[in-house]
T-cell receptor, first 114, second 115 residues
């Protein structure tokens, strides 16, 4: 069966360090993968999309890698700040073709400690 | 407003009651999605509209769930005869018409509690 795994435990890191979050999947062949941020009481906010033929994508302090052989994506936040504390969700394309049908992971809660 | 809005933000229902949840997407957005998010879980796809056409309702958990978007803008998710397992946050998202990688913009959600 299809499965998406993200670190179920919260990740605590010191301010200024690099946070690395993992998204592993099985029985998917996604054309793209996305990362979202979700704050308590709010809907997810789109951060980055990476396609299957892209190895790496960057946006400001964010970097995403996508390894279709390992079936894994890594999400990095460099020079982390307390404002980066949130839950981060990965989402995989289900290959519906004409529209964006994605399956979300359970999310990893990141806490950046001042 | 510029974003997706949902109402009510919180809804408490007694088991067996019917509820209606409203979503106002970003003006001009063709695509509209409904998701259900249980506590500690990621959002789960419920249904998808392109304009007024409901093209995918494969995620609706039972025939007690019904969604509509009659004029291709505002959408309503209706749950009949609510059960305790329906307690969750219901999220709405909209996107433009640039294809399957177009960004989805989420509303704040409606937290439904069924007693």
């Amino acid at each position: 069966s299809q499965k998406i795994e993200q670190n179920s435990e919260a990740l605590n890191i010191q301010e200024g360090k690099t946070a690395t979050l993992t998204c592993n999947y099985t029985n998917y062949s996604p054309a793209y993968l996305q990362w979202y941020r979700q704050d308590p009481g709010r809907g997810p906010v789109f951060l980055l999309l990476i396609r299957e033929n892209e190895k790496e994508k960057r946006k400001e302090r964010l970097k995403v890698t996508f390894d279709t052989t390992l079936k894994q994506s890594l999400f990095h936040i460099t020079a982390s700040q307390p404002a980066d504390s949130a839950t981060y969700l990965c989402a995989l394309d289900e290959g519906s073709g004409g529209y964006q049908k994605v399956t979300f992971g359970t999310g990893t809660k990141l806490q950046v400690i001042p | 407003g510029a974003g997706v809005s949902q109402s009510p933000r919180y809804k408490v229902a007694k088991r067996g009651q019917d509820v209606a949840l409203r979503c106002d997407p970003i003006s001009g957005h063709v695509s509209l999605f409904w998701y259900q998010q249980a506590l500690g879980q990621g959002p789960e796809f419920l249904t998808y509209f392109q304009n007024e056409a409901q093209l995918d309702k494969s995620g609706l958990p039972s025939d007690r769930f019904f969604a509509e978007r009659p004029e291709g803008s505002v959408s309503t998710l209706k749950i009949q005869r609510t059960q305790q397992e329906d307690s969750a946050v219901y999220l709405c998202a909209s996107s433009g018409n640039r294809g399957p990688t177009d960004t989805q913009y989420f509303g704040p959600g409606t937290r439904l509690t069924v007693l």
